[in-house]
C-alpha cells in the first residue's frame, strides 16, 4: 500500500538509474575497443573513442544524479505516510487500550522501529532492484559484447549465491527483533529517569545512574548479538563471492593461454567481474537486512492497521446519564456495584475520601476505564457501542500542557472554534486570565493557570455533560470560588465536579451531592 503511493516516483528513479547504469557498463567495452584498437595513424577512431567515453561519463552522472534526487523524494514521502499513519492509528486508540503500552515504547516504535525500516527495509529494497537493474545490463553486455563462455560461468556460478539468505535469514530477524525489544526498553527507561529529574540529589545520583546503566548494557549487548552474526553473513558472502572471482579468473586465463580472446577482452572481462560481484554482494546483504527487518516490519504495521471495534454516533439528544450495577477497577481502586442516574442540567458534587472511587468513576464514564459488569446508559444508549466524545468532555487532576501558545492549546490546534474565545474568557474573567491568554508556551504555566486554560478549552468544546476532577485544586481561593459559581451557573450543562471542599457554602452551590466510600455510593442528596 505503502509502496503503491510513490510508484510514480519509484519508475521516474529507475529510469535513470538505468541509463546512469547503461552508461557505466559501456566503460569496460570502451575499454577493451582501446586495447584492441589498431594504430596504424588513423586517429579518427581514437577520437571517436575519447567523445563517446566523455559522454558516457556526462550521462552516467546525470543519471546517477537524478535517480538519487527521486529516491530521497520517495523515500520522504513514503516514510511522511507511514508516521502520519502511524499517529493517527494511535489516536484512534480508546484510552484502555492506549494505556497498554508506555509513552517510551510508542516513541520507540514511532522513531527507534521507523528508523530500522528505512535502513534495514526500504532502502534494501531498493537497493535489490537498482542492483537487479544492475545485474541485467551487465550480464547483455558480458553476453553480446565480451564472451559468451566467460559470462555463462560467472552467470552460474552467481546463481550459487541465491542460496545463501535462505541458511540465514531467520536467525537474522530473530536477532533483530531482540535488539529492537531492548531498544524500547531503553527508551522506554531513558524517558521515566529524565522525567523524575526532580528526584536526582547527591545521594540518589550514583543509584539512577546504575539504573541505566542496567538497561544500557542490555540493550547494547542485544545489539552485540545481532551484530556479530551479521559479520557471520558478510564473510559468508564474501567467500562466495571469491568463488564467483576465482571462476572467472580460472576461465580467463584458460581461453588467453588458448589464445580464444584478445588482450581487450581480458581487460573488459576483469572490468566486468569485478562490477558484476558488486551487485551481487549488495544483494546478498539487502536481502539479510530485508530479512532481519521482518519482525520490525510487522509491529509497525500492526500500529498502522488497528482498529477501535465499530463505535455508532448517539442518535439522541436527551443525554440523561445511567449507571446500572456498574463495577470497575483502577490499580488498587475500585467501583462496585454502582448504580444512579445523572439528570440532564443538574450540578452534581463528588465527594468521599481518597482511594473511594471518585477519580474512578469518572474515568469509567469517560471510557478511560472498561467496566468489568454493569451497563452506562445515555440517552437510553449502552456508552459502551456509542462514541461519546461529542456529548462528556473532562478536566483530569493533572492536565498536559502541550508545548505551544495558549490559543493552540485551548482551540487544540485548531479542532475547536475561536470565534467565542472573546466570550469565553470574559465570562471566565479572573485575576490569572490576563497572564494566561499571552502565554508563548502554556507547559511552563504554574498549575493554577493550566487549570485555567483546560477550562476554557472545555467552555469553547461546548459539551452538554462536563466531568471535572478537582479541577481548581491548584488555585488560590479566590479564584476558586468565582470559577466554580461560574461553572456551575452554566445553563443546560450536566456538571460532575469530585471535590475536597465539604463548606455548607461550597455544597449548597450544587443540585446533588453523592458520597463514596471503598468505591460504593452510600449517600446521595442535597
Known amino acids: 500500500n505503502y509502496i503503491n503511493k510513490v510508484k510514480g516516483l519509484i519508475f521516474l528513479h529507475f529510469l535513470f538509474y538505468f541509463l546512469y547504469t547503461v552508461g557505466m557498463a559501456a566503460v569496460p567495452y570502451l575499454s577493451r575497443l582501446l586495447f584492441d584498437y589498431s594504430f596504424n595513424g588513423n586517429f579518427q577512431g581514437i577520437l571517436w573513442l575519447f567523445g563517446a567515453y566523455l559522454l558516457v561519463i556526462i550521462l552516467s552522472q546525470a543519471g546517477q544524479y537524478l535517480a538519487q534526487m527521486f529516491s530521497w523524494k520517495l523515500q520522504r514521502n513514503f516514510y511522511l505516510c507511514l508516521r502520519s499513519d502511524l499517529i493517527r492509528s494511535l489516536f484512534r486508540h480508546s484510552v484502555s487500550d492506549f494505556r497498554q503500552k508506555t509513552i517510551g515504547e510508542y516513541i520507540s516504535v514511532l522513531t527507534n522501529d521507523v528508523a530500522a525500516l528505512q535502513a534495514n527495509w526500504l532502502e534494501p529494497i531498493l537497493d535489490i532492484l537498482n542492483l537487479s537493474v544492475t545485474l541485467v545490463v551487465y550480464a547483455v553486455f558480458l553476453f553480446v559484447f565480451v564472451d559468451?563462455?566467460?559470462?555463462?560461468?560467472?552467470?552460474?556460478?552467481?546463481?550459487?549465491?541465491?542460496?545463501?539468505?535462505k541458511i540465514t535469514?531467520?536467525?537474522?530477524?530473530?536477532?533483530?527483533?531482540?535488539?529492537?525489544?531492548?531498544?524500547?526498553?531503553y527508551t522506554a527507561k531513558v524517558k521515566d529517569l529524565l522525567e523524575g529529574f526532580l528526584f536526582v540529589n547527591q545521594q540518589t545520583m550514583e543509584s539512577m545512574a546504575r539504573e541505566h546503566e542496567f538497561s544500557l548494557r542490555d540493550e547494547e549487548n542485544r545489539r552485540y548479538r545481532r551484530g556479530v552474526f551479521y559479520s557471520f553473513t558478510l564473510n559468508l558472502n564474501g567467500f562466495v563471492l571469491n568463488i564467483i572471482n576465482f571462476s572467472a579468473f580460472v576461465a580467463v586465463g584458460i581461453l588467453l593461454l588458448r589464445g580464444e580472446i584478445t588482450i581487450g577482452t581480458d581487460v573488459a572481462t576483469l572490468g566486468y567481474v569485478e562490477s558484476f560481484i558488486y551487485p551481487v554482494q549488495y544483494i546478498l546483504e539487502s536481502i539479510n537486512s530485508i530479512a532481519s527487518s521482518q519482525g520490525v516490519k510487522e509491529r509497525v504495521l500492526t500500529f498502522t492497521e488497528y482498529q477501535e471495534g465499530h463505535v455508532k454516533q448517539l442518535p439522541s439528544a436527551q443525554f440523561r446519564l445511567e449507571l446500572d450495577h456498574v463495577s470497575s477497577e483502577n490499580g488498587t481502586f475500585s467501583l462496585n456495584e454502582v448504580s444512579y442516574t445523572f439528570e440532564p442540567g443538574k450540578k452534581y458534587a463528588i465527594l468521599g475520601p481518597n482511594g473511594s472511587g471518585k477519580s474512578t468513576l469518572l474515568e469509567t464514564l469517560m471510557k478511560y476505564r472498561k467496566t468489568t459488569c454493569g451497563e452506562i446508559r445515555l440517552g437510553g444508549y449502552n456508552i459502551?457501542?456509542?462514541?461519546?466524545?461529542?456529548?462528556?468532555?473532562?478536566?483530569?487532576?493533572?492536565?498536559?500542557?502541550?508545548?505551544?501558545?495558549?490559543?493552540e492549546n485551548v482551540t487544540m490546534f485548531g479542532a475547536y472554534s475561536s470565534t467565542k474565545l472573546e466570550t469565553v474568557e470574559k465570562y471566565l474573567e479572573c485575576d490569572m486570565m490576563a497572564s494566561v491568554r499571552n502565554a508563548s508556551n502554556c507547559s511552563v504555566l504554574s498549575g493554577g493557570e493550566q487549570q485555567l486554560v483546560q477550562l476554557v478549552r472545555l467552555m469553547l468544546a461546548d459539551r452538554p455533560i462536563l466531568l471535572l476532577d478537582e479541577p481548581f485544586s491548584a488555585m488560590d481561593q479566590k479564584n476558586k470560588e468565582i470559577l466554580t459559581k461560574k461553572l456551575l451557573g452554566l445553563p443546560n450543562k450536566t456538571v460532575l465536579i469530585v471535590t475536597h471542599d465539604l463548606s455548607r457554602a461550597h455544597l449548597q452551590l450544587y443540585d446533588v451531592v453523592l458520597f463514596f466510600r471503598d468505591g460504593r455510593l452510600v449517600l446521595a442528596g442535597k
Open 169 to 185: 535469514a531467520k536467525e537474522l530477524s530473530e536477532r533483530r527483533k531482540y535488539e529492537m525489544e531492548g531498544m524500547e526498553v
Open 148 to 165: 559468451v563462455r566467460i559470462a555463462t560461468v560467472i552467470l552460474i556460478t552467481s546463481l550459487l549465491t541465491a542460496f545463501l539468505p
Open 384 to 407: 459502551r457501542e456509542y462514541n461519546t466524545s461529542a456529548v462528556m468532555m473532562d478536566i483530569i487532576q493533572h492536565p498536559h500542557m502541550f508545548v505551544a501558545s495558549y490559543e
